[in-house]
C-alpha cells in the first residue's frame, strides 16, 4: 500500500476521531464518577468496535445494511435509543439524592469488576451502533483497499490505524479529565458533569436518529 495512501487514511480517521461525539461524551460522563480504569474500559470497548465494523465492512455486511432502508433504520434507532438511554441515566442520577447518588457510586466502585465489564460495553455499543461509522466504512473504507490482493491484511492493517489512534487519542482524553477531576471531587461537579454529559448523549441520540 502506498504511503500517500495510508496518510489520506490517517487523516480522514483523525479528523473523524477528534470530533466532538459520542464517545467522548461517554467518557465525560464515567472517567469524573468511576474513575480513569472505567475510562479505559470504556476505550477498549470503543476500539473493539472498529474491528467489528471493519470485519462487518469486509465481509460485506455493511453494505447489506446501508443498502436495505430497513435494516439502515434499524441500527438507526437503536443507537440512538442507547445514547438517549445513556444519556437519561446520567441525568437521573445528577438530580436523585446526594445521599442515593453517593451510595450508588460507593457500591458501583465495590463491585469494580462488573462495572468494568459495563464500561466496556458501553464503549463497544456506543461505537457498534453509530451509523455514521457504519458510513465510513461502507463508503470511505473501500475505497483504500485494494481488492486485487491481500484484501483483508490490508484492510485490518488499516482498521488497526484507525483503532491505535483512536485507543491513543480517547486514552489521553481520559488522563486529561482524570486530572480535572481529581481537583473537583465535589458531588456538586459531579452531579454538574452528569447533567451537561447527560444532555450531550441525547442531542447525539437525536443526530444519530436524524442522520441521512
Request: no cysteine.
Amino acid at each position: 500500500m502506498e504511503l500517500y495512501t495510508l496518510l489520506t487514511f490517517f487523516l480522514i480517521v483523525s479528523v473523524m476521531v477528534m470530533s466532538p461525539g459520542p464517545n467522548g461524551a461517554l467518557l465525560l460522563k464515567n472517567v469524573p464518577t468511576f474513575g480513569k480504569q472505567h475510562g479505559y474500559a470504556n476505550v477498549l470497548g470503543i476500539v473493539v468496535a472498529f474491528y467489528l465494523h471493519g470485519t462487518l465492512s469486509v465481509l460485506g455486511l455493511s453494505a447489506i445494511i446501508v443498502s436495505s432502508a430497513n435494516l439502515f433504520l434499524l441500527v438507526k434507532i437503536l443507537g440512538a435509543l442507547y445514547l438517549a438511554y445513556l444519556g437519561v441515566k446520567a441525568i437521573v442520577s445528577a438530580f436523585a439524592k446526594k445521599t442515593t447518588l453517593l451510595a450508588s457510586n460507593k457500591n458501583q466502585l465495590t463491585h469494580s469488576n462488573k462495572r468494568l465489564t459495563a464500561s466496556f460495553i458501553e464503549g463497544l455499543l456506543t461505537n457498534l451502533l453509530n451509523p455514521k461509522v457504519s458510513i465510513f466504512y461502507l463508503a470511505v473504507f473501500p475505497q483504500f483497499v485494494s481488492f486485487e490482493q491481500e484484501a483483508l491484511l490490508a484492510s485490518f492493517g488499516l482498521v488497526t490505524i484507525h483503532a491505535i489512534f483512536a485507543a491513543i487519542w480517547f486514552s489521553s482524553l481520559v488522563v486529561l479529565i482524570g486530572k480535572s477531576s481529581h481537583f473537583t471531587k465535589s458531588d456538586k461537579f459531579q452531579r454538574a458533569m452528569q447533567s451537561v454529559t447527560g444532555s450531550l448523549l441525547i442531542w447525539f441520540s437525536y443526530r444519530v436518529a436524524t442522520v441521512k
